[in-house]
């Protein structure tokens, strides 16, 4: 009796997690279920693109270098990415090992990527002329990619967006005075309208990025956004939908799913009041989200890799980003990166997937990266520093079963608890008494970064 009732329970727990239903605060069961695809995913694509491509020298472009509307106009009137082929923008996501993309749909500068029916200040509109959000998230469903949406609070070009200290005219005195007559709720109308048609005519909607708030003087907040409202809307229309950390609702239930760290490595897995918790770090080529043609600054895939690496093993998320050129391309370079990624994940995937951060138990080696899939049992040493001969892994003597090498499945023998590592004139250098010795090729396996896989004991 009892187990059938505490079954009921659950299975309406259940039911009303899927149905996203909010009766009352979500548990931290529901929340965790809600997220499950997403914190298995690991890894997202994250992809700028908008008028400022063609600039060619970052998103801020507009603000940065205080251009007026008309001004900034020159790149709407030449807005023609004739090479757009999401097919093709999906399928390298897809084959870099990326489970998401996550799209803007609306940057700073205020241009729309999609048809909206609340301005004229949008693609279909520009001598491109078609809507570029709708083949883009067709393409991401026929591969299986999970669709997210990046939509900017802020907006330079709407006549009611009042000017604040990142406005393009902020040093523009007789801008500014006409300005002061603005109405900001009816941005915040506007707003709402327009995340209400992008959740309403996409189908499902993933995940959403609202980017950002800056309350205080001179800026803008959950006052300015009418948060509460607009996360209530969105909880609404897209009950299954995860959203992050921007809407200014840090300190209100529910006012966010995941933390995000943005172009820096956390030092270790996020915490809230001491609780670890969903994170994604965003996370660029060379600094610039929007495609940047001078910016020299670029990762290597190696380091993409470790930062991807890193991540997972402090039990966050990667999205990475890719700035699409005013042709609609994916350039060179950030192709190099994503094909470099792509080779390792090919072989190294399971590694990151479904992974998170080692119990404590498992101290991490020196010049090693660990992350752990609880569900399968299995460690994974990720030797960013090849080592001569032995890899010696304390704590871990007695804990496992075997191991190998995972881009080739080869195994890897070790000795334990002492055991003996190598001759010395007189005696043999002994190993630590909880010391798990790995005795590796000399040679690095030819991968960016190999990865020991070792099986757990069963416990
Ligand atoms: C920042 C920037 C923006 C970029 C975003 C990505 O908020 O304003 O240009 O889109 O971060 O997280």
């Not at 004139?425 to 990865?451: F, Y």
């Amino acid at each position: 009796m009892l187990r059938a009732l505490v079954a009921g329970v659950c299975f309406l727990g259940l039911a009303a997690a899927a149905a996203g239903a909010p009766a009352g605060p979500e548990t931290e069961a529901a929340k965790k279920a809600r997220m499950k695809w997403w914190t298995e995913a690991r890894f997202g694509m994250f992809i700028h693109w908008g008028l400022y491509a063609l600039p060619a020298r970052h998103e801020w472009v507009k603000s940065r270098e205080r251009l007026s509307d008309e001004d900034y106009d020159r790149y709407f009137a030449r807005f023609d990415p004739d090479l757009y082929d999401p097919l093709a923008w999906v399928r390298t996501a897809k084959s870099t090992g990326m489970k998401y993309i996550v799209v803007t749909t609306k940057h700073h500068d205020g241009f729309c990527l999609w048809d909206s029916s609340l301005t004229d200040y949008k693609a279909t509109r520009t001598p491109y002329g078609k809507d570029l959000i709708r083949p883009l998230v067709e393409a991401a469903r026929a591969e299986g990619l999970r669709v997210g949406f990046y939509h900017s609070l802020l907006d330079w070009h709407h006549p009611s967006y009042t000017v604040d200290r990142n406005h393009p005219m902020r040093d523009d005195k007789d801008f500014v005075d006409k300005a002061a007559a603005r109405d900001i709720g009816e941005y915040a109308e506007y707003l709402h309208g327009q995340v209400r048609e992008l959740l309403t005519r996409y189908g499902r909607i993933d995940t959403l990025f609202m980017d950002y708030s800056f309350p205080g003087p001179g800026g803008k907040g959950r006052n300015e956004w009418r948060s509460d409202e607009l996360l209530k809307m969105v909880r609404e229309l897209q009950p299954g939908i995860i959203v992050n950390d921007r809407l200014d609702l840090l300190d209100v239930p529910g006012g966010w799913d995941y933390r995000t760290p943005e172009q820096f490595m956390p030092r270790a897995w996020v915490k809230v009041d001491g609780r670890p918790v969903p994170w994604e770090t965003c996370q660029t080529f060379s600094g610039s989200w929007g495609y940047d043609r001078d910016e020299s600054t670029w990762k290597s895939a190696r380091q993409l890799i470790a930062m991807l690496i890193e991540t997972v093993s402090k039990g966050g998320n990667l999205l990475l980003n890719v700035g699409p050129t005013g042709r609609g391309t994916f350039d060179d370079r950030s192709l190099d990166r994503l094909r470099g990624i792509g080779s390792w994940m090919e072989l190294h995937a399971r590694s990151i997937y479904a992974c998170t951060q080692a119990p404590a138990e498992f101290p991490k080696p020196a010049g090693c990266l660990m992350t752990y899939d609880p569900e399968a049992g299995r460690l994974y040493v990720h030797v960013l520093e090849w080592p001569l001969g032995t890899l010696e892994l304390d704590g871990f003597a007695g804990h496992v079963d075997y191991a190998q090498l995972l881009h080739d499945a080869s195994e890897v023998r070790f000795t334990e608890k002492g055991g003996p590592t190598g001759f010395m004139p007189g005696s043999r250098e002994p190993g630590a008494e909880n010391t798990l010795t790995l005795r590796l090729p000399v040679r690095k396996p030819d991968v960016e970064i190999p990865v020991v896989e070792l099986f757990l004991k069963k416990r």
